[in-house]
């Protein structure tokens, strides 16, 4: 874990509300492991102090990028920043992906919205290829596409308006290759926690292993305020675990989708 | 340049610490900061036994601050000495203990518990806190409950004593003195603000806990105001805190009357706030030709 003082290299739309930044941060870069996150602080915001968590999408070089979209404050003055302007990360931080290992389980990867960013680190670290099932509410949702067909992926687009690839939500193609045999291999996921839940359920049904990204609210990121926590079985019932320490990643057995009575 | 002030029988290094549940149990930040370097260690809130905490979402972001009901999530006294004390007491830094209970008999317990440890610095009682629905701020909002607590852990333990007053009362001035009059060896102005935000597209409150602590610069004027009341009203040392981000915040509470200060809030989104502070103050007295950091405590100039 490092606190850095950071460049924009760039900052660029790439559909509609997604945006890619790259900053050079080479001791971060150098650290990043796949599902591992960044604690952002834009420091141009006045009133809104937090800082914002991002997964670590590219680790090249001395730089370390993101991909993220504009929903808030934070994130659009973020889209209006420019290269040379500077922000101050945290990171690498969290438990990232167990990244699958050549000859092992074939992974598949389930990534909804800016959950592609994770998964495409983690396609990208990993030697063993598989598939990789991305969804999105239209066209625009869907990114990284090219470039996981680059690193040799199978690539299986839904859009839930029917713009772009399949017709549908991205649960409904890896269901059908589950079906087509389950055995060897491993579930991926990063998105809404509609789809990680569904995914875990998918994973249930099937008796396949699941690593799922939860997505929580943070304050601090490095573990600290306990403001991040799930629901998590343990030997003797559950308790609440960090999203930014214990996690991002789950393992989707142990999830509790709901605090126990 | 004497940067040292005293709690009681507890002597800080310097005036800057910071404040209970902003820091976890110190080890975290271990990476990324020298925490001896700083006055203290404050760690989180721990009553007798574990606590789960309140569902998600804890938090909101608001105005120049934020929101939280944790519900005091922890890991309870042998947890914690167990899991942390190792580490904390190899600082070279006192660390406080803030503590909890239901009862003013579980204060005494965990007091006297502390007590046997050997090596705490001192105790913090929190009687302030509004996200739990049985303690905490029901001993800070009633003067006779939280006489009785601190009464209690006097007893217990021959620790300093500093006691977390709640800023949720008409007048914090017979609070303070009821805390001193039990023989608590300071104050510490102010936990949270009891407070709520709502989301308006879906109608329904931003916490799970429906209404939550308001934390950061936006309290900072509220709080100065109760130090400066307090100050007034009490003889003892006073640990001043609520929305510091910058040397100048804390010089502003040490001339309220404060005699330390603690940074909450602000090491969420900036790890780096204790050491700036502290280097902040150095400058600022230097340039004030301040020799001694008790010389500001109180000196602030109010006309009769
Ligand atoms: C581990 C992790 C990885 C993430 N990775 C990415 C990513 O790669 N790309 C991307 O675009 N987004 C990602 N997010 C979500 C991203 O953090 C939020 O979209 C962002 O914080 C919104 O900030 P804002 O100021 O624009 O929104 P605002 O609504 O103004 O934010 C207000 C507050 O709510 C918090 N918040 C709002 N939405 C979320 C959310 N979905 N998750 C967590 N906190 C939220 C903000 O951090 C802030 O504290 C990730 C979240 C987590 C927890
Ligand atoms: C996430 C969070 C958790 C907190 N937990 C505790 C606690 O366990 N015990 C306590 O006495 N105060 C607790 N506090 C209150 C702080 O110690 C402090 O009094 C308050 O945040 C005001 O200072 P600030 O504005 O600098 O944050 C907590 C505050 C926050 C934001
Ligand atoms: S964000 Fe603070 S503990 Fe996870």
Known sequence: MLERTVQIVSNERDTDQYFRLVMRAPELAMAAQPGQFVHLRVMAMKDALLRRPFSIYQARGENLSVLYKTVGKGTDVLARMGPGEELSLIGPLGHGFTVPKAGGETPLLVAGGYGMAAMYMLAERSPQKGVVFVGGRRRVDILCEDEFRKLGWDVRVTTEDGSYGEKGIVTQPLIAELRRGAAGRKLFACGPTAMLKAVAKIAEEFKVPAELSMDEHMCCGVGVCLTCVIPVKTADGWEYQRTCTEGPVFDSREVLWEVPK | ?304
């Not at chain 2, 000495?81 to 190792?86: G, L």
Request: aromatic letters at 6%.
């Open chain 2, 1 to 304: 340049m004497n940067l040292s002030v005293k709690l009681g029988s507890l002597t800080l290094q310097n005036p800057v610490m910071v404040a209970s549940g902003t820091f976890g149990y110190g080890v975290e930040y271990a990476q990324l900061l020298d925490l001896n370097q700083f006055g203290a260690v404050v760690v989180k809130g721990i009553r007798l036994g574990p606590v789960r905490g309140n569902p998600t979402p804890r938090t909101a972001e608001v105005a120049s601050g934020m929101l939280n009901a944790i519900g005091l999530q922890g890991p309870g006294v042998d947890g914690f000495i167990k899991k942390y004390w190792p580490f904390l007491s190899t600082l070279k830094v006192p660390t406080i203990i803030n503590i909890w209970g239901t009862t003013v008999e579980e204060y005494a317990e965990v007091a006297r518990r502390f007590d046997a440890l050997g090596g705490v610095g001192a105790l913090e009682l929190n009687v302030s806190c509004p996200n739990i629905k049985e303690g905490g701020a029901q001993f800070g909002t009633d003067a006779k409950l939280l006489a009785g607590v601190v009464r209690a852990c006097r007893k217990a333990t021959k620790l300093p004593l500093i006691t977390k007053l709640s800023p949720n009362v008409t007048s914090i001035a017979p609070y303070a003195q009821a805390a001193e009059a039990e023989g608590s060896d300071a104050l510490a102005i102010t936990n949270s603000y009891p407070a709520m935000a709502i989301d308006t597209e879906t109608r329904r409150p931003k916490l799970a806990n429906v209404t939550g602590g308001l934390t950061g610069p936006c309290i900072k004027p509220i709080a100065i105001k109760l130090v400066w009341e307090a100050a007034k009203a009490v003889k003892i040392p006073i640990i001043g805190m609520g929305g510091i981000q910058s040397a100048a915040d804390a010089v502003e509470f040490l001339m309220a009357g404060a005699t330390a200060v603690a940074v909450g809030t602000a090491n969420f989104y900036e790890p780096q706030t204790v050491p700036q502070v502290i280097a902040g103050l150095r400058e600022f007295m230097a340039r004030h030709n301040i020799a001694d950091v008790r010389e500001l405590v109180g000196s602030v100039k109010v006309a009769k």
